[in-house]
């Protein structure tokens, strides 16, 4: 299974970016799938989720800044990051979960760097 992050990179505030995360080794369109970040000196935290039936989630700092799209086709799972703040400067890790006959199955990407600058 692998999960291919990119987009990351230097913004300045106010910027947008688009992460991309391609998936292999999974039945995609049957996974939820998200986008997780991590600060420096900060615990991971949840920045969006999207189910299999295509509902999302977002944390509250990020609401109506950022939103999250998935391709089943392409099997990508993307990022929309709009009026980047210096504080969303984390590094964004793609999640693929799925709960099959009461097991669970999570899978991460290896994560791509957004920094913003203000």
């Known amino acids: 299974v692998q999960l291919q992050a990119s987009g990351g990179g230097l913004v300045q505030a106010g910027g947008s970016l688009r992460l991309s995360c391609a998936v292999s080794g999974i039945t995609f369109s049957s996974y939820d799938m998200g986008w997780y970040r991590q600060a420096p000196g900060k615990r991971r935290e949840l920045v969006a989720m999207i189910t299999s039936g295509g509902s999302t989630n977002y944390a509250d700092s990020v609401k109506v800044r950022f939103t999250i799209s998935r391709d089943n086709a392409e099997k990508t799972v993307y990022l929309q990051m709009n009026s980047l703040k210096p504080e969303d400067t984390a590094v964004y890790y793609c999640?693929?979960?799925?709960?099959?006959?009461?097991?669970?199955?999570?899978?991460w990407g290896q994560g791509t760097l957004v920094t913003v600058s203000s």
């Open positions: 999640y693929a979960q799925r709960t099959i006959l009461g097991r669970y199955y999570d899978y």
